[in-house]
């Protein structure tokens, strides 16, 4: 059951939005009080967002459009990559002098299905503190929430994403003529990356052939001609 805030509340959580962007604005430095309150707000939003019926964009296509086994082996990949990320999660804060006072929020974007495979890796054991300080949302509730208190300069996050584009437009064949595969196979397109933790930023991607059944790796760091498409 959805409760009414109090007025008193109402404006206690004001006061929060105000001064967390007053610390925004200011030179003064962020402390781990800042960044863990900022990842409380997140929460709290995605708690009242999933209750809503936002578009989502063209990433959330239709289920029915996709077999059970295509988006179990999405949701494969898309796990085996993030969990890859996660595992050196600890030596990249470590290493990154601009994080050496508090330890940032962790952003993880993706899609539904990616959404699956990192509820998947939470229940691990051995990343159980990791997600302490890390929340995972679509690129669009990450997008609604930036249009709620953004945070352009990375001074409380850290945003890693990774999610896989299954349907690449015919227009786009002529950049895989390296990556040959039979007429009745996809291109499927892994997109990951980083921003906000400083020199080890990127952006990234891997091409894979699907055909119906199994996914096969065709070509990693792969540049992309339209990467928007």
């Given at each position: 059951?959805?409760?009414?805030?109090?007025?008193?509340?109402?404006?206690?959580?004001?006061?929060?939005?105000?001064?967390?962007?007053?610390?925004?604005?200011?030179?003064?430095?962020?402390?781990?009080?800042?960044?863990?309150?900022?990842?409380?707000?997140?929460?709290c939003f995605l708690?009242?967002?999933?209750?809503?019926?936002?578009?989502?964009?063209?990433?959330?296509?239709?289920?029915?459009?996709?077999?059970?086994?295509?988006?179990?082996?999405?949701e494969k990949l898309?796990?085996?990559?993030i969990r890859c990320?996660?595992?050196?999660?600890?030596?990249?804060?470590?290493?990154?002098?601009?994080?050496?006072?508090?330890?940032?929020?962790?952003?993880?974007?993706?899609?539904?299905?990616?959404?699956?495979?990192?509820?998947?890796?939470?229940?691990?054991?051995?990343?159980?503190?990791?997600?302490?300080?890390?929340?995972?949302?679509?690129?669009?509730?990450?997008?609604?929430?930036?249009?709620?208190?953004?945070?352009?300069?990375?001074?409380?996050?850290?945003?890693?994403?990774?999610?896989?584009?299954?349907?690449?437009?015919?227009?786009?064949?002529?950049?895989?003529?390296?990556?040959?595969?039979?007429?009745?196979?996809?291109?499927?397109?892994?997109?990951?990356?980083?921003?906000?933790?400083?020199?080890?930023?990127?952006?990234?991607?891997?091409?894979?052939?699907?055909?119906?059944?199994?996914?096969?790796?065709?070509?990693?760091?792969?540049?992309?001609?339209?990467?928007?498409?």
């Amino acid at each position: 059951m959805i409760q009414l805030q109090s007025l008193k509340e109402k404006n206690d959580g004001e006061k929060m939005g105000n001064a967390a962007d007053g610390q925004q604005n200011s030179s003064s430095p962020i402390t781990q009080s800042d960044v863990n309150a900022w990842l409380v707000r997140l929460r709290c939003f995605l708690a009242g967002e999933r209750k809503k019926m936002r578009p989502q964009g063209k990433k959330a296509s239709p289920r029915n459009q996709r077999s059970a086994c295509s988006l179990a082996a999405e949701e494969k990949l898309l796990e085996v990559t993030i969990r890859c990320w996660l595992a050196g999660l600890e030596q990249r804060l470590g290493n990154a002098s601009r994080w050496n006072a508090v330890r940032p929020a962790v952003v993880m974007t993706t899609t539904p299905v990616g959404i699956r495979a990192c509820e998947v890796l939470a229940e691990e054991s051995k990343f159980k503190s990791v997600f302490e300080y890390c929340c995972y949302l679509t690129e669009y509730e990450y997008r609604y929430w930036c249009k709620e208190e953004a945070d352009l300069n990375f001074r409380f996050h850290i945003n890693y994403w990774a999610w896989m584009k299954t349907s690449v437009p015919s227009t786009r064949m002529h950049e895989f003529c390296n990556y040959p595969i039979p007429e009745d196979n996809q291109y499927w397109l892994l997109r990951h990356g980083l921003n906000g933790l400083g020199e080890d930023d990127y952006a990234d991607c891997s091409v894979f052939g699907w055909d119906g059944t199994s996914t096969r790796l065709l070509a990693e760091h792969f540049h992309e001609g339209v990467p928007s498409v």
